[in-house]
């Protein structure tokens, strides 16, 4: 597409993530000639790789759950996602250690896992346990349908669309408690509380603010945790090549600084090729930084006191001694209301802070074998999302890493660092997602009206809609692989109406014709 050329039915898919790439699939599968612009020299946004002392390896999502959604976009694409991708389920979903209370490994067997928790904390809540999953299980069926999988409704349509499937999904959802509050039914064991409270943070949200309708994401693993063969990149690369197959244009190192109605079209404004025609795109970045490229659009950045979580991420090669780490392992804090108060409501790192290790060279049954030397590993510690607005200085970076090394240790996990390692903080997420201030979820889930803020797929602007993490249905790699179908099915249905106005969909759930 050039200035000079007729927009005709030409789509521009404005970042080339897991949702600009499921998004740029869906509509050339409906037959839309698609232009894919990106940023940066490679594709995959936030799946990403980094360099850690010499090796390859994750430096963003590291988990892959609900597999039935690539089934299903590479299927309607015609291909296979075995065929594609080799994906091993992992028999251990995660490793849990506490320095006053041991280690609690969670399988991919139920059974198995209430066997381990009636060993850690007792029959009792081994029983809470099998409560937990039926509850959490009962709330994601109840969603899947009337929310997940389907255009962000407001409060009453999402009432209705449950109640319509089975009344008794209503129940499920408890919407007005928050999900701490909901672990207390479960678990007399607070370090189990801790444990559940955590998936809070897969929205990159707190537990003691978040809905217990986040009990599902508990559902979701439980379901499946998939180890990507090649690590996570290799999903953005099978993904890049499908869309490729099937015509998707694809433009890197290509960034978009505005996006204005033009005619029966759009005109975006490219970093090296000027102005483009469109005539319709969708916006897959971060909802914040869309206000500022297209005014027009009804959007307004997420104020930084509703961000979500960001991170302070360290990739490095490391020899691994004491308590052996699984692929994916967390070691927690003491007080976990503390370490939330002070990223939260201080705007601080935290002093003792939990810590994610993803294992990289571990394999799918999570074996420990001996402790090798450069191992990959990726440690995660949560952050405020302020890196637009504060600089962490090489002290403050160092402290943290100690105080991270600290909480390993005092779990009885040692790690020996090798000198080379490539560290990530808010203001490098805010660089990479400019607007974002380094939240890497959008808007925090806080409330249980949060959800209903994240905007739909369309937006006040005629032709341009939206995909991503930070739009409905929400963060997480599948969430945002839907959200660019959810974007495509709007676009195609949009095009194909004879009506002289699309429907608009802002954040606050008023859709108009």
Same mark, same amino acid.
């Given at each position: ?22 998004? =740029? ?36 999502? *590291?988990?892959? @759950? ?64 099998? +409560? ?80 217990? *309708? ?26 890049? +090549?499908? =869309? ?70 360290? =990739?490095?090669?490391?020899?691994? $001694? ?10 927690? $804090? ?12 201080? +705007? ?5 802070? *939990?810590?994610?290790?993803? =294992? ?38 160092? +402290? ?21 390692? *490539?560290? @990530? ?10 607007? @974002? ?77």
């Amino acid at each position: 597409m050039t200035a000079s050329s007729s927009p005709a039915e030409k789509v521009a898919v404005v970042g080339g993530g897991v949702a600009g790439l499921s998004c =740029a699939i869906f509509l050339a599968i409906a037959g839309r000639e698609v232009i894919l612009l990106e940023k940066e020299p490679c594709l995959g946004g936030k799946v990403r790789e980094v360099d850690g002392g010499g090796a390859r390896l994750d430096g963003g999502p *590291t988990v892959l @759950t609900m597999r039935w959604v690539f089934e299903d976009l590479f299927s309607r694409a015609g291909a296979s996602l075995d065929s594609r991708l080799t994906l091993q389920p992992a028999g251990v979903l995660a490793r849990h250690a506490w320095r006053d209370a041991g280690v609690l490994d969670l399988h991919a067997s139920r059974e198995n896992s209430a066997a381990a928790i009636a060993d850690f904390a007792g029959a009792g809540d081994a029983q809470g346990y099998l +409560r937990f999953c039926r509850d959490a299980g009962a709330t994601f069926n109840a969603l899947r349908h009337s929310y997940i999988e389907a255009q962000r409704p407001n409060p009453l349509q999402l009432a209705w669309r449950v109640a319509r499937e089975d009344p008794r999904g209503l129940l499920a959802l408890n919407p007005f408690s928050t999900l701490w509050a909901a672990l207390g039914r479960y678990f007399d064991s607070p370090h189990l509380r801790q444990l559940y409270g955590r998936y809070a943070t897969y929205c990159g949200s707190s537990p003691f603010l978040s809905p217990a *309708t986040l009990m599902l994401v508990a559902h979701v693993e439980q379901e499946g945790v998939w180890l990507v063969a090649g690590g996570m990149r290799a999903l953005a690369v099978a993904l890049e +090549r499908l =869309a490729r197959d099937l015509g998707v244009t694809i433009l890197k190192d290509e960034g978009v600084l505005s996006i204005e109605r033009r005619g029966a079209g759009l005109e975006l404004c490219t970093q090296g090729r000027g102005a483009m025609s469109a005539r319709a795109a969708v916006w897959c970045g971060d909802v914040s930084a869309l206000a500022g490229i297209a005014p027009q659009s009804g959007l307004r950045p997420v104020p930084p006191a509703q961000r979500s979580l960001s991170a302070m991420v360290w =990739a490095m090669r490391g020899t691994v $001694s004491g308590l052996q780490p699984a692929r994916h392992t967390v070691c927690f $804090s003491k007080d976990y209301r503390d370490e939330f108060d002070t990223i939260f409501n201080q +705007r601080r790192l935290p002093q003792d802070p *939990t810590v994610y290790v993803c =294992a990289q060279d571990r394999d799918a049954a999570n074996d420990t074998g001996e402790a090798g030397a450069g191992e990959r590993i990726y440690l995660l510690v949560n952050a405020p999302a302020d890196g637009d607005r504060v600089q962490s200085d090489g002290s403050e970076t160092d +402290r943290c890493l100690h105080n991270a090394m600290k909480t390993l240790t005092a779990c009885g996990m040692a790690i020996e660092a090798e000198p080379e390692m *490539t560290l @990530t903080r808010p203001e490098d997420w805010n660089r990479l997602y400019p607007g @974002t201030g380094g939240a890497l979820y959008g808007r925090a889930s806080h409330g249980w009206t949060a959800s209903f803020r994240r905007p739909g797929s369309r937006t006040a602007l005629p032709g341009l809609y939206l995909a991503g993490g930070s739009a409905h249905p929400g963060p997480g790699v599948p969430m945002a692989a839907l959200s660019g179908r959810l974007a495509a099915e709007s676009l195609i249905a949009d095009l194909a109406s004879t009506r002289r106005y699309y429907p608009a969909n802002i954040s606050g759930g008023t859709s108009t014709a």
